[in-house]
Nanobody, 123 residues
Framework: QVQLVESGGGLVQSGGSLRLSCAASGRTSRDYAMGWFRQAPGKEREFVAG????????RYADSVKGRFTISRDNAKNTVHLQMTSLKPEDTDVYYCAAAQGLYSGPGGPFGYWGQGTQVTVSS
């Protein structure tokens, strides 16, 4: 089993920055791709960013390219999402995700989820 715990969400003004963190436990997380998704009430969960198991490859949703950066620290079993130039439309619950398969790429597929952390961007 995999346990994922997110932190770092909060309220920020438009144009501001936030850094989300995800602590993974329960298996050797460095062997698995990790990612971030987000979901608004009544909408489907959408992919935001992913990073391969070694951290060499990343993938981003078009809506966040150039503003968000995903990174990982395999020594600490953590994944981060640095969010800059935030917009009100970035307001969502953000979920950390872990891939199901070993040595996967930044696109997953993802099968494990954290509880989520709220990000609110005010205009």
């Amino acid at each position: 089993q995999v346990q994922l715990v997110e932190s770092g969400g909060g309220l920020v003004q438009s144009g501001g920055s936030l850094r989300l963190s995800c602590a993974a436990s329960g298996r050797t997380s460095r062997d698995y791709a990790m990612g971030w998704f987000r979901q608004a009430p009544g909408k489907e969960r959408e992919f935001v960013a992913g990073i391969s198991w070694r951290g060499r490859n990343t993938r981003y949703a078009d809506s966040v390219k150039g503003r968000f950066t995903i990174s990982r620290d395999n020594a600490k079993n953590t994944v981060h999402l640095q969010m800059t130039s935030l917009k009100p439309e970035d307001t969502d619950v953000y979920y950390c995700a872990a891939a199901q398969g070993l040595y996967s790429g930044p696109g997953g597929p993802f099968g494990y989820w954290g509880q989520g952390t709220q990000v609110t961007v005010s205009s």
